[in-house]
């Protein structure tokens, strides 16, 4: 059931939008309301034209186009993965029964906040980032970020596409207020914390990008699983794009580490601050912080709200249909992590309410790998130095230890204990000031800030010094 997706039309697709005029009208008068948002919004640097991935079908093969383009032209479409008609449920009441092609009345209002919720974290992400371009520490980097940029921002049109179509005059006011909404703001914050931190340097970039595009990832994956089949049919392509910002976050760490760790070695010394790179004690630090304000990103450890939503059928579990049960879990139980008598522990709950925990433990095991994989990086420099992630207690804000402070070795803490000892563990003003000095832009094809690694391959088989982007 492939749909070539037709360029010539104002707003690509895979969807057949000709064949729905009030849709397609609908979409046409959002346009230039997103351009607005891209332009007061979006990437501050001034460029001519960038090196980027266009998304132009959904089959396995060549779904992608590389080339140069001004980001203003970029071609944001919608496009869902393709429809396989025999699907099924996968999981809760309705198990077994066909997915749904339209939304059940009974779930609208559930389906269209988990729609919105998705939505509004991807123009935050875009709204983080407006400022890093202008000091990129090479091409190659900028055009990186330039990609992720139009990415979410093609995301904010696949949750548009689908609030507009399956959600009526309701769904089309929440379109909007996906752009009213905005990172930081007094007024109209995005939905979830993290997305209202900035991202005012390039490790917090790939932090970012590390830890809480993964996030994404796995909220992704729950939704694919959605009964209702274009909610699933959306996010299952999106995930395909996803997988790039997943890896300019895991080798932009990597690259930091490994310079810091040749800087270290070069001079035998961890105080590395003065030779101009990142100290691994801040690395460390500042993972410590994005890790931690992720981890809220998964809610609370029980949750009446997502119990239902399994139950219902519109988010499931990540990896749902490799997992060994009755996808129904209505007799199981699983443990969660709690505070309890002044203790953090663990403890039984019904599998239902425990799901927010699942996903988060789910996650915690993906973001070991990456620590895991800088630490080898490490050992290989010959250090004996290693990163870890923090307790899952460290630093929360949501959830069992939202009210308590520990440490990231998990050892409860006094309020006064937390507020002497806190600037060991997140990155200080100075240690802020520090990175941020270091953040001078090379825009020189072939040319890397001598704070990061160059990276081990180009994009798309273009070597490192390619003019991925032409500044204007
Ligand atoms: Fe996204
Ligand atoms: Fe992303």
Not at 36 to 42: C, D, F, K
Not at 299 to 311: D, I, P
Not at 330 to 341: E, K, L, P, R, V
Not at 399 to 412: N, R, V
Request: charged share 25%.
């Amino acid at each position: 059931m492939t749909m070539a997706s037709d360029y010539t039309e104002k707003i690509p697709n895979n969807v057949d939008l000709r064949e729905d005029r009030r849709l397609q009208r609908a979409l046409e008068s959002w346009q230039p309301n997103f351009l607005n948002w891209w332009e007061s919004m979006g990437p501050t640097l001034p460029t001519r034209d960038v090196y980027l991935r266009t998304a132009v079908n959904v089959g396995r093969e060549g779904w992608a186009h590389f080339g140069h383009v001004p980001m203003r032209d970029y071609r944001w479409g919608i496009f869902l993965a393709e429809r396989d008609p025999g699907r099924r449920i996968a999981f809760g009441e309705h198990k077994g029964e066909p997915a749904w092609q339209k939304v059940p009345g009974e779930y609208r209002a559930d389906l269209q906040r988990l729609v919105v919720i998705q939505g509004d974290t991807e123009p935050a992400s875009v709204e983080q980032q407006r400022n890093l371009g202008a000091t990129a520490p090479s091409l190659y980097d900028l055009r990186n970020l330039f990609q992720v940029n139009v990415e979410e921002g093609r995301h904010l049109w696949a949750m548009v596409y689908l609030l507009h179509a399956y959600f009526g005059r309701e769904g089309r006011e929440e379109a909007e207020e996906l752009l009213h909404r905005n990172s930081g703001s007094e007024d109209a914050p995005r939905i979830l914390g993290a997305f209202n931190e900035e991202t005012p340097d390039w490790l917090s970039f790939y932090m970012f990008t590390y830890f809480t595009d993964r996030d994404g990832k796995y909220q992704l994956g729950t939704l694919k699983e959605s009964g209702f089949d274009p909610l699933s049919r959306t996010c299952e392509f999106m995930l395909k794009e996803e997988a790039h910002h997943m890896m300019v976050g895991t080798t932009g760490v990597d690259r930091v580490v490994a310079r810091t760790a040749q800087v270290m070695v070069e001079n035998d010394t961890d105080d590395v601050a003065a030779l101009g790179v990142i100290p691994l004690n801040v690395i460390q630090k500042y993972l410590n912080f994005h890790y931690s304000v992720s981890l809220d990103l998964f809610g609370g450890e029980t949750s009446t709200n997502v119990a239902n939503y399994y139950t219902a059928g519109l988010k499931g579990r990540w990896l749902e249909e490799r997992r060994k049960d009755d996808h129904r879990l209505t007799s199981d139980a699983m443990m969660i992590d709690t505070f309890s008598d002044g203790e953090i522990g663990q403890t039984e709950v019904s599998a239902l309410v425990g799901l927010n925990s699942d996903l988060r433990h789910e996650y915690i095991s993906d973001c070991q790998s990456g620590v895991n994989r800088w630490n080898k990086i490490l050992a290989e420099a010959g250090l004996t130095q290693r990163l870890a992630l923090p307790h899952i207690a460290f630093n929360r804000k949501v959830g069992a230890f939202g009210a308590i402070e520990a440490s990231p070795g998990g050892e409860q803490l006094t309020a006064d204990e937390w507020q002497r000892s806190k600037g060991q563990w997140l990155p200080t003003d100075v240690d802020k000031t520090h990175v941020r000095s270091l953040m001078q832009p090379v825009h020189e094809r072939g040319k890397i800030a001598a704070w990061i690694a160059p990276p081990r391959n180009g994009i798309n088989g273009k070597p490192f010094e390619y003019d991925y982007v032409h500044l204007a």
